[in-house]
């Protein structure tokens, strides 16, 4: 591929992507990787752990993926990435080198910065991760243990110990200060951790729950368990944001695709404080 | 609600300027005028026998003489002797696909540098529209607050829009199946046009009361031979949309309607719907609101790479398709999203309800279904529960 920088038009259609050129690659398991990417042309606008991009595998399609750094980092931007069909895997086979293009920074973002010297509790089940991996690193830069608790825990739920994402990032976290609980649905021979839903974990994590604020990101009924037990818990439902999922096509409002109730979730989302009004919302089945 | 593609020199009303009356002759002339003004001129001509907007030079080319009889399923134009031009309510079509090209090629690039060129859209050109209906010019004022009215717009949208010049003609034959009155976008034209005609039509032949609503409408107007309205001209205006109102079909509620039908989203009634539907998307189609599209990207031979956007429906499975599976698998969850959306979350996503009363979804739909009747279905039965919870919700 002969991959030059292009001038970039001032005004583009809001469903033309920038190239970018794959300049990293890792592997984090066997369907899984992170990609770190720079602009070819020019740069998207700066983002917020939370927000996402809409990537084009240039000839198969486009999809929404999560940033999954802290984009405020001076870093490439890098996307973790689960090949589940046509456009995830065509993204996850990009050589090195090889253009995606990417529209974005989409939607909202977990609102970080005004968490201030709160306890943090941060959720995560599956691939859900890849987008709170910038956030956890943004908190883990803000606040330092004071001795008297853990300031961030961390609970991560995966199908199996293989699917664990950024395992030895996990450790440098809890290095920095974090508190970490791992479990899994099913453990292998060697597994020495919980086995069980993150549900099951939540009451354990030494965090003052009146006072701490939530960022839960997974599978839609993971999410509705968690919020729901964190609630019940003790911890206010504006304290909890969650980070939901729909079929998307533009992220931009304009196609329609992803409708949830009153919501685009491109737009008034994908993150949500765990309202009322949100948690009727989820309680309706195939809306 | 503010307009985001105002008339210019608009008022949002008629009556600055007072009304004048024009014949046939006049009629013709204001196209012409348009496009001398380098307008291409559109309007509803007879197609597949069914009233569909295409290209007209002048006013023969409008389908006088024609009337349509609509119901449930049904739609049938009939041709007649008469000088009637606009004796008809609305085709299949829309302004929806002036303004939203059901198909549109956004960009290709090259096999080699991948670099996305972006395709000229089609339809640029400034382009009048003559002889819509007010439901019409109300569903354009929709599809701008969709399309036009967030942070990010569509530009081809937007661009089409800028400069479109609307004269409508307000109606004086609905059809079984509008309910324009309840939505409050009809008969009448209140405002969002340049012109906007009554055809009054007694012994002898239609004459058109014009009313003026921008700058530019009023210029067109000050070419063409016409006269000062009269008391009577006004009159025969006023009668004609009094007849229209009571030859207007049954209507909807629309009070409390987004809160009725939030707490109905496990009312029986969604299956009892869901077991007639079939999915098939016509009303989607036919909708001038509904603007949802998929995008796709396409590879040639030659390895040039090609997105389009297409007009979608929510009925498609495909449509809600996440990894996993369809959020929306069954026809109930479909038609429930359709209508709740329609009617009701419109409103929270975009300041303003989603239909406009004109009926086709109940004329073109194959088995008849009537957004109407399904919804007063589920006002009478406000708060009943589904029996059992769905299986295989996520
Ligand atoms: C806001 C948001 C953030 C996301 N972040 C990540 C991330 O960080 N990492 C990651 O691996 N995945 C993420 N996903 C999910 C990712 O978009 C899907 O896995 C991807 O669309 C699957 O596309 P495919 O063509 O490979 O799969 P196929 O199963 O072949 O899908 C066909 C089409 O269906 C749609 N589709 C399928 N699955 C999904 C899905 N889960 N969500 C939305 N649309 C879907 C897409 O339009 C896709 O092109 C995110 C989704 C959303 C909405
Ligand atoms: S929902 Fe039916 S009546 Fe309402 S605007 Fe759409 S097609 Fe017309
Ligand atoms: S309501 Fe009628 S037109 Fe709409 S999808 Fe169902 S069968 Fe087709
Ligand atoms: S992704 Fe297109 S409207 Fe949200």
């Known amino acids: ?287 | 609600m503010p307009d985001l593609f105002p008339q210019p020199g608009g008022d949002g009303g008629a009556g600055s300027k007072p009304a004048r009356v024009v014949d046939r002759a006049g009629l013709d002339a204001v196209i012409r005028s348009l496009q001398s003004r380098g307008y291409r001129t559109v309007g509803p001509t007879v197609r597949d026998r069914a009233i569909s907007l295409a290209e007209i030079s002048g006013v023969a080319d409008l389908p006088q003489g024609w009337h349509d009889s609509q119901s449930p399923g049904s739609y049938r134009l009939t041709p007649g002797a008469d000088l009637e031009i606009f004796g008809w309510a609305v085709g299949a079509d829309s302004v929806k696909r002036q303004l939203l090209p059901p198909r549109e090629v956004v960009w290709r690039a090259g096999a080699q540098d991948l670099v996305p060129h972006e395709e000229p859209a089609a339809g640029l050109a400034p382009l009048a529209l003559v002889g819509v209906r007010p439901c019409e010019v109300a569903a354009l004022g929709i599809l701008d607050r969709v399309l036009g009215g967030g942070r990010v717009t569509d530009p081809r949208y937007a661009s089409r829009r800028e400069g479109l010049f609307i004269c409508t003609v307000e109606c004086g034959s609905p059809a079984s199946t509008c309910f324009c009155t309840s939505m409050g976008t009809g008969p009448g034209a209140e405002s969002g046009f340049d012109l906007a005609m009554t055809e009054i039509v007694e012994e002898d032949d239609p004459r058109y009361l014009v009313r003026v609503g921008s700058d530019r409408g009023a210029a067109v107007l000050d070419e063409v031979e016409s006269q000062p309205a009269t008391l009577r001209d006004e009159a025969a205006r006023q009668e004609v949309l009094a007849r229209a109102r009571t030859r207007m079909g049954h209507g909807v509620v629309t009070e409390g309607l987004p809160e009725l039908l939030e707490r109905n989203l496990e009312n029986p009634r969604w299956d009892q719907v869901a077991s007639r539907c079939l999915s098939c998307g016509n009303c989607t189609q036919v909708c001038p609101t509904c603007f949802c599209v998929s995008v796709e990207d396409i590879t040639d031979l030659a390895g040039t790479v090609e997105r389009r956007r297409r007009w979608a429906s929510c009925f498609e499975v495909g449509h809600s398709y996440i990894h996993g599976g369809a959020v929306r698998p069954t026809t109930r969850s479909r038609y429930r999203q359709w209508a709740t959306h329609k009617l009701g979350t419109w409103h929270a996503q975009f300041g303003t309800s989603g239909c406009v009363g004109c009926g086709r979804c109940i004329a073109w739909c194959p088995v008849g279904i009537d957004l109407r009747e399904e919804v007063s279905a589920i006002r009478a039965s406000d708060g009943m529960r589904a029996l059992a919870p769905r299986p295989g919700g996520g």
């Open chain 1, 1 to 287: 591929m002969a991959l030059a920088a292009e001038a970039v038009p001032e005004v583009r259609h809001p469903l033309t992507p920038l190239r970018y050129r794959v300049v990293g690659k890792r592997r984090e398991t066997e369907d899984t990787v992170t990609l770190s990417l720079l602009p070819l042309d020019g740069p998207i606008a700066m983002t917020k752990p939370g927000q996402f991009n809409m990537l084009t595998a240039f000839g198969v399609g486009e999809v929404a993926i999560s940033i999954s750094n802290d984009p405020a980092a001076d870093e490439p931007l890098e996307h973790t990435i689960r090949a589940v069909g046509a456009v995830s895997s065509a993204l996850c086979q990009t050589p090195p080198g090889g253009a995606v293009g990417v529209r974005g920074p989409f939607g909202t973002d977990w609102g970080v910065a005004d968490l201030g010297q709160s306890d943090a509790i941060v959720v995560a089940g599956g691939i859900g991760l890849a987008p709170l991996r910038g956030a956890i690193r943004a908190l883990l830069e803000r606040r330092r243990p004071t001795g008297k608790s853990h300031l961030l825990s961390v609970v991560v739920g995966a199908r199996n110990p293989s699917q664990l994402l950024f395992e030895e990032e996990m450790l440098a976290w809890q290095r920095a200060g974090a508190h970490l609980q791992v479990t899994v649905d099913t453990a292998r021979p060697g597994w020495s951790g919980p086995v069980g839903v993150v549900t099951d974990q939540l009451a354990r994590a030494p965090v003052d729950f009146a006072t701490a604020a939530a960022l839960v990101c997974g599978p839609e009924v993971m999410i509705r368990y968690t919020a729901r037990t964190l609630f019940d818990l003790g911890m206010p439902r504006d304290h909890i944001r969650i980070s939901l999922e729909r079929n998307m096509q533009c992220g931009v409002g304009l196609c329609g695709h992803c409708q949830l109730g009153p919501w685009l979730i491109c737009r008034d989302g994908p993150v949500f404080t765990y309202d009322l009004e949100a948690e009727a919302i989820l309680a309706s089945r195939q809306r």
